[in-house]
């Protein structure tokens, strides 16, 4: 699992490669400290390259998405697959998130 972070139009992009699952999680965590700091603006995580999601990736969307509400910021979930979007539905994240 790979984050690449970048700055673009005022909004901070995390670009998601690989596998979100539970050793990935753990992994990614010291980036996913680093995301929460940015809450405050506005946090796009492009799921373009994301290939699966488990219940620990799901996790760390949350983790983001209350970092965000405290700070009054806003986390976006752009470009995700037919299998994440499905996911998204079963556990209630669509309504959770924007999607774009």
Do not use: H, W
């Amino acid at each position: 699992m790979e984050i690449i972070t970048t700055r673009q139009n005022g909004e901070t992009i995390a670009c998601l490669i690989g596998r979100l699952d539970t050793p990935a999680s753990q992994e990614v965590a010291p980036q996913i400290e680093s995301l929460k700091e940015d809450a405050a603006g506005t946090l796009v995580l492009d799921c373009s390259k994301l290939s699966y999601i488990s219940s620990s990736g799901l996790r760390i969307f949350l983790t983001l998405r209350k970092a965000a509400a405290e700070k009054g910021g806003t986390v976006i979930v752009q470009d995700i697959s037919d299998e994440i979007r499905s996911v998204f539905m079963m556990t209630g994240f669509l309504n959770l998130f924007t999607i774009r």
